[in-house]
């Protein structure tokens, strides 16, 4: 894993010891543990999931797609709460 991390790291021009050193950082790996548990609790399978309000973008999804959801929840005033979806709420 670690030789393929490094050469990733140097494909995108970025900092191999940092990246490195992030990797056994407990404060990194308690967001990323946080992360993951907040995915399960919202039923996340794949990735990449995007949820947006109340409804689930799943794998393949555009940038548009995206962008006019967040436009229909702006345009009715937006959630003025933390929204989580529930298990019986539609996928897309």
Avoid: C, M, W, Y
């Avoid at 010891?17 to 609790?41: M, T």
Wanted: hydrophobic letters at 30%; charged letters at 35%.
């Amino acid at each position: 894993f670690e030789s393929f991390f490094r050469g990733f790291l140097r494909s995108k021009s970025l900092d191999v010891r940092s990246a490195i050193r992030s990797l056994s950082d407990p404060e990194l790996n308690r967001a990323v543990e946080a992360d993951f548990q907040e995915g399960l609790k919202r039923d996340v399978r794949k990735t990449p999931t995007v949820v947006v309000g109340s409804r689930v973008f799943v794998e393949q999804f555009s940038g548009e797609e995206i962008t006019t959801e967040l436009d229909r929840i702006v345009s009715l005033g937006g959630p003025t709460t933390h929204q989580q979806r529930s298990p019986d709420q539609k996928r897309r």
